[in-house]
């Protein structure tokens, strides 16, 4: 069994080195590889490897459950509670220092506690077992998802990543406002923030690029179709290259675009969202520009939500802790709202992450929510 560098994009977002030792002598990970700290943190993860995709990544399933408050409430109100604790009730140190209580390591083991722990499929019976009735129990509050856990860079898209959430937040406490609209994700990675828009929602368009991203997405619709099949909402599933030049319609391909569809797109979407996208420049300017290329396109008035981590990493350049993809984006944002070509008009503003907690993740400060108005002069 070899011991294998994983790199770990941590709370700050920073690129750090750790070990991990991994049940599968055949996956190897590069020492480039980055790891979200959802999967990294996910409560009680002992991670279950289901495939291998096609460009040979351990593809993993995850289970989210969505969080109600006692009153059913999706909307307003206080958020739920995260398995919450009464702050006089934490144990701390004669300094005042949270006392963290570990799990005693097993005496009789000659492995170090890791984390992730990955399991392999031949164990996986008794656990399929369990999931299966878990399922039954609340199926309608349990999202199941497919990702890969440790990638790298370019295919971060692979994972789940807590902006995911935070927009799933935000559209699960504004239901009523999404109601019977149609829906555009760019960058949907694996599909989760289009899932719950579909609960809501009429009709998604669930976009990214890579068939295997892409295959990979379809499969999670397929598996969460019990949370918006029954209101006869819809998600399609679709290729949307942000460099290119117009939609895909090579019928030669899997998830191109009909004429009809792309007609539909343009007459009927009022709501444009994006999670976590934000990292590399170019695909920053190549995101602004779509934008602006679909709203110009629009026949109505749209709304953008961006959710976005602002993550902070050393560099060598500064010599000091910076955030230059971060940075990179207001400065989009900001040459967006001020945009004066006689076409478009775009109104840019923040949205308070007051709003309630469905998913059980670290809502870090460090996580934004952006709104984007853009109507025709």
């Keep these: 069994m070899n011991m294998n560098k994983i790199a770990l994009f941590l709370r700050a977002g920073s690129l750090i080195e750790c070990q991990a030792d991994l049940a599968m002598d055949q996956v190897t990970f590069r020492s480039d590889t980055v790891l979200s700290d959802v999967h990294l943190l996910l409560p009680n993860a002992c991670h279950l490897m289901k495939r291998l995709n096609s460009v040979g990544q351990p593809v993993f399933t995850s289970k989210f459950r969505i969080l109600r408050d006692c009153d059913g409430k999706e909307s307003g109100g206080e958020s739920p509670v995260l398995e919450s604790t009464d702050a006089s ?147 399609r599933v679709r290729r949307l290259d942000w460099m290119a030049d117009d939609f895909c319609t090579d019928a030669d391909l899997d998830f191109c675009w009909t004429d009809a569809e792309i007609e539909d797109l343009h007459d009927n979407t009022t709501f444009v969202i994006t999670a976590d996208v934000c990292y590399d420049d170019d695909l920053t300017d190549a995101l602004f520009r779509i934008l602006y290329r679909l709203a110009s396109n629009m026949r109505h008035p749209s709304t953008t939500y961006i959710s976005i981590e602002k993550r902070l990493n050393f560099t060598l350049r500064h010599m000091d802790v910076s955030c230059e993809a971060y940075d990179h984006f207001r400065h989009c944002l900001d040459q967006l709202q001020k945009m ?17 907690q469905f998913f059980q993740y670290e809502r870090v400060e460090q996580l934004e929510l952006w709104k984007v108005t853009a109507e025709r002069l």
């Design 89 to 235: 009730n934490v144990p701390c140190d004669e300094d005042g220092d949270l006392e963290v209580v570990r799990r005693p390591r097993c005496s009789s083991s000659n492995r170090d506690a890791v984390c992730p722990i990955i399991l392999s499929q031949s164990a996986a019976t008794l656990t399929d077992e369990e999931e299966d009735s878990d399922e039954e129990d609340g199926a309608r509050d349990v999202i199941k998802i497919e990702h890969t856990m440790a990638t790298p860079l370019e295919d971060v898209g692979k994972q789940i990543w807590r902006g995911a959430f935070l927009l799933a937040d935000f559209i699960l406490a504004h239901a009523s406002m999404f109601k019977d609209a149609t829906v555009l994700e760019l960058g949907a990675g694996t599909g989760l923030s289009s899932i719950v828009m579909a609960m809501v929602a009429k009709m998604v368009y669930c976009t990214d690029v890579g068939d295997d991203l892409l295959s990979m997405c379809q499969r999670n619709v397929t598996l969460n179709k019990q949370h918006f099949e029954p209101q006869e909402s819809e998600i």
């Design 340 to 356: 004066t070509d006689g076409k478009m008009n775009f109104t840019v503003e923040p949205v308070k992450s007051s709003f309630p």
